[in-house]
C-alpha cells in the first residue's frame, strides 16, 4: 500500500515522503497513530504543505545539529519519578518525559519523537539515551532518574 509519511518514522522515512509499506502495518499502526494518511492523486498537494512544515521544524544543517548535540550534551538532566521502595519506577519514563526533563534543566527544545530509549527506563539511576537531531547527528544524553 502506498502511504504519505506525516510524520518521521524510524526505518521508514520523513515527513512528506512517499512509501510503499504492507498493508497491515499501514491499517494497524501507521495510520490509526496518524503517522501517515492514504496515498492518493489529491494527496500529492499534500506532500507538499507537509514538506514546507517539516522545513520550518526541522534543523536544516549538520553544523547547526552538531551546535545543539553540544548544548544537549552539555546538559545534567535530572527527572524526579515516582518509585518503590526497591527502586523500580511506578509506570516508565517516555520520550516526552526526557524531552521536558532537557528543557527544564536549561537545554534547547527537543520534540519529543526525536528522543530515542534503547529500552523503556523503569529503574532508578543513570540512563543513556538518543536525540536523533539530523540523519547523519545523534546526540547522547545522559538521565539520571531519582526519587521525587
Given at each position: ?30 495510520i490509526p497513530r496518524n503517522f501517515a ?36 550534551e552539555a546538559v545534567k538532566v535530572r ?70
Open positions: 500500500m502506498k502511504i504519505i509519511l506525516t510524520h518521521e518514522v524510524s526505518g521508514l522515512g520523513a515527513a512528506g515522503e512517499v512509501v510503499d509499506v504492507k498493508d497491515g502495518y499501514a491499517r494497524n499502526y501507521l494518511i492514504r496515498w492518493t492523486k489529491g494527496g500529492e498537494k499534500d506532500v507538499a504543505q507537509i514538506r514546507r512544515a517539516r522545513k520550518i521544524h526541522e534543523i536544516a544543517t549538520i553544523e547547526q545539529a552538531n551546535e545543539i548535540k553540544a548544548q544537549l527527572l524526579a519519578v515516582r518509585s518503590g521502595d526497591a527502586g523500580r519506577l511506578f509506570g516508565s519514563v517516555t520520550p516526552a518525559d526526557v524531552a521536558s526533563a532537557i528543557e527544564a534543566a536549561g537545554g534547547p527544545k527537543i520534540d519529543k519523537r526525536r528522543v530515542e530509549l534503547g529500552a523503556p527506563i523503569k529503574t532508578l539511576g543513570a540512563h543513556a539515551t538518543s536525540v536523533r537531531l539530523h540523519p547523519e547527528v545523534a546526540a547522547k544524553v545522559n538521565v539520571e532518574v531519582v526519587s521525587a
